[in-house]
T-cell receptor, first 114, second 111 residues
Framework: GAGVSQSPSNKVTEKGKDVELRCDPI?????LYWYRQSLGQGLEFLIY????????KSGLPSDRFSAERTGGSVSTLTIQRTQQEDSAVYLC????????????FGQGTRLTVV | EDKVVQSPLSLVVHEGDTVTLNCSYE??????LLWYKQEKKAPTFLFML????IEKKSGRLSSILDKKELFSILNITATQTGDSAVYLC???????????FGKGTKLTVNP
């Protein structure tokens, strides 16, 4: 595709529900990253994929958070039993050769937990 | 703990003014520093700086890195209302593909 595509663009969910956020990277990009941006904060790294494997998942804040990537393309970030502190913009980025310094960001998913 | 600190957190100027945004960092195994412009949600890349003292320039925007004092500045001359955005500074580290971001500087340019 022309750019990194994320869906949905906005999601409102009730506390305790599970949510899935989707990221479609730029075609041919081997690396994919998830970041979270809470209100008034900078971007916080969550996880990095190279192909289908995740060499660095050190930023996932708890075991309620998980992510997978299939076919070296689409990635899904799943948050189980959502809490109000999970409310944030979740940004996905991809890069052609695995260098974070060459990453292109998507428009993000704004998650609101009520 | 690795950290990137940006200042000021917010800035309001008039069109035509020149602004300087600051970014200081304390990280292990520094590789490069990046500046992004964030309007609405998606950060867009502005500059990547790896070497000290070499100015990067793009139109009215320029940036320079000081690896001895561990900071970078982003200058915007003759500001326009379209420059209104959050400017993010991030650091890349050797041996890692995660970027460490500052909280950003929110710039508002009034007509």
């Amino acid at each position: 595709g022309a750019g990194v595509s994320q869906s949905p663009s906005n999601k409102v969910t009730e506390k305790g529900k599970d949510v899935e956020l989707r990221c479609d990277p730029i075609s041919g990009h081997t690396a994919l990253y998830w970041y979270r941006q809470s209100l008034g904060q900078g971007l916080e790294f969550l996880i990095y994929f190279q192909g289908n494997s995740a060499p660095d998942k050190s930023g996932l804040p708890s075991d309620r958070f998980s992510a997978e990537r299939t076919g070296g393309s689409v990635s899904t970030l799943t948050i189980q039993r959502t809490q109000q502190e999970d409310s944030a913009v979740y940004l996905c980025a991809s890069s052609p050769q695995g260098l974070s310094t060459e990453a292109f960001f998507g428009q993000g998913t704004r998650l609101t937990v009520v | 703990e690795d950290k990137v600190v940006q200042s000021p957190l917010s800035l309001v100027v008039h069109e035509g003014d020149t602004v300087t945004l600051n970014c200081s960092y304390e990280v292990t195994n520094f590789r490069s520093l990046l500046w992004y412009k964030q309007e609405k949600k998606a950060p867009t890349f502005l500059f990547m700086l790896t070497s000290s003292g070499i100015e990067k320039k793009s139109g009215r925007l320029s940036s320079i890195l000081d690896k001895k004092e561990l900071f970078s500045i982003l200058n915007i001359t003759a500001t326009q209302t379209g420059d209104s955005a959050v400017y993010l500074c991030a650091v890349a580290q050797g041996g890692s593909e995660k970027l460490v971001f500052g909280k950003g500087t929110k710039l508002t340019v009034n007509p």
